[in-house]
């Protein structure tokens, strides 16, 4: 199994193919993508990529962390793994009650 790197202050304008192209001369790349909005489809700044090796993956760290890609410094360092989320119910999560007017006593006439 690979190892998995996390690219940071990429560019707007990088592409999954560009950042397999900027891996490649360090070994075999097994997979290259950068992290879109689902809304926009606009670039995030950040992607992954995993190398065929851990050794693979050093070199790239060594290599690109700090170099100038498409413009920016771009940061390279192992990625974490992925937390467990707490899963959100449909009304988009969270706490509160009920909601609507909270004022004072009822008027009676």
Do not use: H
């Amino acid at each position: 199994m690979g190892k998995k790197l996390y690219f940071g202050n990429l560019s707007y304008d990088t592409t999954d193919d560009k950042l397999r192209e900027v891996c490649t001369e360090f070994g075999t790349v097994e997979s290259a993508s950068v992290i879109v909005d689902k809304f926009s489809g606009r670039s995030k700044g950040f992607g992954f990529v995993e190398m065929s090796s851990d050794e693979e993956a050093q070199k790239v760290i060594a290599a690109l962390n700090g170099k100038n890609v498409d413009g920016r410094d771009i940061k390279v360092k192992e990625a974490k793994p992925m937390e467990d989320r707490p899963k959100r119910d449909s009304f988009g999560g969270g706490g509160g009650g009920r909601g609507g007017f909270k004022g004072g006593r009822r008027r009676e006439w």
